[in-house]
């Protein structure tokens, strides 16, 4: 059995993951604030959500641009294990904050108290997707 992965496909699916992800997660964070959701506090709203998503997204973006670019067309591969690893933590992640934007309306709770305490949560699994995204898109196997 193979420990490896093509890498530019590995990094497509996990580029793609979070694509839709995110895609999904913004949109709905856009109509809510369309709606009126977080009043006078849309500011506020905004930041605790773009922090979430766009670090992941700018280095996916930034590796998958740098290998368009290249000259270098060798096929490079990754190890399997932090593939799944990678795609694992992300979509716990996504999931936690997709939880905090499609919990809220069934909650008591006022939405900005929901996010600060998700920051306990979120905060070290984030730390972790990029951890594993640094490895993952950075580390150059062959």
């Not at 949109?27 to 670090?55: C, H, M, N, R």
């Not at 690893?85 to 309306?105: C, D, E, K």
Request: positive net charge; glycine residues 4%; contains cysteine.
């Amino acid at each position: 059995m193979t420990t490896k992965l093509d890498a530019t496909r590995a990094r497509k699916n996990l580029a793609l993951t979070w694509f839709i992800a995110a895609g999904i997660l913004f949109v709905t964070f856009f109509i809510q604030t369309l709606a009126g959701k977080y009043g006078d506090k849309t500011e506020d709203a905004w930041s605790w959500f773009l922090p979430t998503i766009i670090p992941a997204l700018t280095l996916i973006t930034g590796v998958l641009v740098a290998d368009a670019l290249s000259k270098n067309t060798a096929n490079r591969s990754v190890d399997r294990f932090i593939y799944h690893l990678t795609l694992f933590i992300s979509l716990i992640y996504l999931l936690a904050v997709a939880l905090v934007i499609f919990l809220q309306p069934f909650l008591t709770t006022d939405p900005f108290t929901l996010m600060k305490s998700s920051n306990f949560g979120l905060a070290p699994l984030q730390g972790l997707v990029t951890a594993c995204m640094g490895v993952f898109f950075v580390r150059r196997e062959t």
